[in-house]
């Protein structure tokens, strides 16, 4: 198997005594991205890249993922230019890369919703694969809606691909609100190789517990759900074996 890390830059959840800043601990997140351009956290990078040299195999890190979300994450444009984004991922992969953490591949996941891909995009010597999510909140929420898969990704799979790096379909999955959920799966996947033959890893979303994005905490298990896992499984045996 191969591990694949998300890893969220949280600047505010730094210690301030081991990382001392100019600014409050609260304010960190304001171009913060800047402060990793410029060393600031490189003690805390270095440790990392120099354990996973030592890991005997490959490792996809999906590093601040949605950067092009403003609304989200504080790594963002709300606090950050994309510039800053961009310099800050070269910084880090270099350092990665002078530890001889050359196992690492960086894979760089924009969200589909909003665009201004090129924007935040570091370079093809500095992105491995390319990575999305495509979750269906179903009407779980009053800002969501019953979305297919192909309303989902499959409009910008051209964008991506583009890029002509693998694409990972990091988040896959959708929820039993507001629609039949097996039949999203089925269609999902239906003939998945030949119509995007670009995607060469796809990730269920199997959080049972995620209070990331709403008020109550949602469900995305699909293990104990026969009928969906007998529409997944009954598209993945139709995939050619290699």
Do not use: C
Not at 32 to 58: H, P, R, V
Not at 101 to 109: C, D, K, L, Q
């Amino acid at each position: 198997s191969i591990p694949v890390i998300t890893w969220e830059p949280w600047l505010n959840d730094f210690d301030e005594l081991e990382y001392p800043m100019p600014a409050n601990k609260t304010e960190r997140n304001d171009h913060g991205l800047k402060d990793i351009t410029d060393g600031k956290y490189d003690s805390y990078l270095t440790k990392w890249a120099q354990e996973a040299s030592k890991f005997k195999g490959n490792i996809l890190l999906r590093l601040g993922h949605e950067m092009n979300d403003p609304y989200r994450y504080p790594w963002g444009p709300q606090n950050n230019e994309s510039i800053d984004f961009i310099t800050a991922w070269k910084h880090i992969v270099d350092l990665f890369r002078a530890e001889g953490a050359t196992n690492v591949s960086w894979v760089w996941a924009p969200h589909l919703a909003y665009g201004k891909f090129d924007e935040f995009y570091p370079g093809d010597e500095y992105v491995d694969w390319v990575a999305t999510g495509t979750l269906n909140y179903g009407t779980v929420a009053p800002w969501s809606q019953w979305w297919s898969f192909e309303e989902i990704f499959v409009k910008h799979y051209e964008t991506l691909a583009k890029y002509r790096k693998p694409i990972l379909i990091a988040e896959f999955g959708t929820l039993a609100v507001g629609g039949n959920q097996a039949e999203w799966y089925q269609k999902a996947l239906s003939d998945f190789p030949t119509r995007f033959p670009a995607v060469k890893g796809l990730i269920f979303f199997h959080n049972g517990s995620d209070g990331t994005t709403t008020y109550q905490t949602l469900n995305w298990y699909i293990k104990d759900d026969v009928t969906v896992t007998k529409a997944i499984k009954a598209q993945y045996l139709k995939w050619p074996a290699n």
